[in-house]
């Protein structure tokens, strides 16, 4: 298999199938590795790592382990420091493999590490979180925080394969499942007025199954695959994320970690209501997703003082230009649009609103 | 203009001809720049940017000067992350570009730097070193040191735009410019026997001029366009660079870094002895390369007790697989073959040749 170019990325390496495991084996046979290194973090070594073993057993090639530590806080230059020196330890070459086995963090700063590892060796994502499944694993961007930005360093570069198994979810808590619920929730708005339906629809999480997790990968490769750089509609998916980011770098940089779910529920509050003040959506439509976030996520503690702390961190997100605030808002459910120019003052006024629901 | 795909490098982004400032004035117009960064050495700072700032002067955008530290044993992750703390604290974003200038230290971590940050910005090299103009700034490769490798973190990205202005050369001392005829030397050996009958034939380095230069530089493109990622024919320029690379790692350790070309020197007449042993380069070929080398570059001081360092940072090489050592080797002048597995006893006594001639 030769080295990819770092947008493309075809169905054939998506393995979603119940034989999945039996065609990422297939796919370890054909491509010339040299040592097959796995990525983890303390909860994934613990937990997931001996599931892969067992399942990649008859792998020729021994699993080398990598360990780092766990959650968003560890997700910088320091931690993608010690991966690049463990593997320099372990002489991996350009033909060596990294298996990414863990959640978004694990497949944001693997992809990066691997993709900066002499001019970029290849890597594999198997999520182990429902985050990863649906949203971090998928479409290319990898990437570390730096100086308490999300994300600040990295590359667009697909792995060579992605491999999506739900049974990993069993080692998760309810509220890692919560996390990740956040994106499927966000697909469902920006683009999918059935799931929306039926998440809605119900008391809990009962809607989240199997079919719902390949529905929701299915529907953010849909979008990533046509604009893998994001020049335009991939913009959709940062629905929720300008401010939920912002919201996010802001609980970091307090050395208060907040799960990206938990953000991201609350970006997608304050933008729906930002989509009613600027474009059409509807006081329904709208009030229904208000009510949709408020009943599963909880509440975020931040005040009004800390608004202005939030905007700092929006005015530097990277899909900004020359400081200027461009937002995806909801026209109506299942309707998206891009490129939205946003005042300030407006975003204070959605935040002061969050405060006050 | 799109930001690119990272392998993709089109004849007009080469400013090669009398008028080039024209165009990279009408480029930079083009491009939707929202701030225009500069990266520069000492060195470069106070001999080069006062020019480039001239012939920009009528560029709308003020340009924004960044300095690192001059020298190889400054291309590390500390000035990496030096440079992206400016970019993020001078409210760099998407639109932003970043001109390298300088020599090859420079368009390496700042393609590098610009390549990672926010999932890449747009980047201009304008090499001022004739290493820089005939190597480093071409191709694509960006990279840094790590644990006294030589590049061993970095990733594939071209320029957008790369402009060779000879008249930077005259802020050039001597031995730099020795330096980078190295790779006008190997250039010549493994593809253009021309330049070769003509650099032999003189007493010094008369033959290097703009139209030298000129011949160098599309000789080098026309390698790198047919093979960006390095698959096969783009590991030609690797000649001289196994046994190169390692000594200036092996000098880099010790603290007293090489100039690139010297190293590149040594390698280029060890890796001709390797060529008339393990090839059928000729006595007589062999016995001219030996001769130039020694007759233009000082000759290096290792002595018998270093080869073991030497050979365990060659070992570490991108270019090899499994622990095994690939050369480049030469049938004949002009005449090159890759992927020449050679045995640690054979490079040992290349570098035992080297060390008594």
Redesign the interface.
């Known amino acids: 298999m030769?080295?990819l170019?770092?947008?493309e990325m075809t169905d054939s390496m998506i393995l979603l199938a119940d034989n999945q495991w039996a065609r990422l084996y297939e796919l370890l046979a054909e491509m010339q590795v040299?040592?097959l290194f796995v990525l983890t973090d303390v909860n994934t070594s613990k937990h997931c790592f001996p599931i892969l073993r067992e399942r990649l057993k008859d792998v020729q090639k021994s699993l080398i382990k990598l360990e780092i530590q766990a959650g968003e806080e560890h997700k910088n230059?320091e931690t993608a420091?010690n991966i690049?020196?463990q593997l320099?330890e372990a002489?991996a070459?350009?033909?060596a493999i990294l298996i990414n086995l863990g959640g978004g963090v694990i497949t944001d700063i693997g992809g990066?590490v691997a993709?900066?590892?002499?001019?970029?060796i290849r890597f594999i994502n198997i999520p182990t979180s429902l985050m990863g499944m649906v949203d971090a694993a998928l479409g290319g961007?990898c990437?570390i925080d730096?100086?308490n930005?999300k994300?600040?360093?990295?590359?667009?570069q697909q792995p060579t394969s992605i491999l999506i198994d739900p049974a990993f979810l069993n080692t998760l808590e309810a509220q890692e499942i919560k996390s990740g619920a956040a994106e499927m929730v966000k697909h469902a708005l920006i683009g999918d007025t059935d799931a929306w339906q039926e998440m809605n629809g119900e008391v809990g999480f009962e809607w989240l199954n199997t079919n719902a997790i390949h529905r929701s990968v299915k529907f953010k490769l849909g979008i990533t695959q046509r604009d893998p750089?994001e020049?335009d509609r991939r913009k959709s998916l940062n629905f929720g994320h300008t401010i939920g980011h912002a919201i996010e770098s802001f609980y970091l940089g307090k050395g208060k970690p907040l799960r990206h779910g938990s953000a991201v529920a609350a970006g997608i509050l304050c933008e729906s209501i930002l989509s009613k003040e600027l474009l059409q959506l509807s006081n329904l439509e709208c009030t229904q997703i208000e009510a949709y976030i408020l009943r599963h996520y909880q509440k975020l503690s931040f005040s009004k003082a800390d608004i202005s702390s939030i905007l700092d961190f929006m005015?530097?997100d990277?899909?900004?230009?020359?400081?200027r605030l461009q937002f995806v808002l909801l026209k109506s459910i299942g309707e998206v649009v891009w490129d939205i120019e946003v005042k300030e003052q407006d975003i204070k006024e959605a935040l002061m609103h969050y405060i006050d629901c």
Not at 151 to 156: D, E, K, R, T
């Open positions: 030769q080295h170019k770092n947008t040299s040592k230059l420091n690049w020196e320099t002489g070459d350009r033909k990066f993709s900066t590892y002499k001019r970029g961007k990437g730096f100086l930005y994300n600040l360093l990295g590359v667009f750089l020049q005015i530097q990277k899909k900004n230009r020359e400081g």
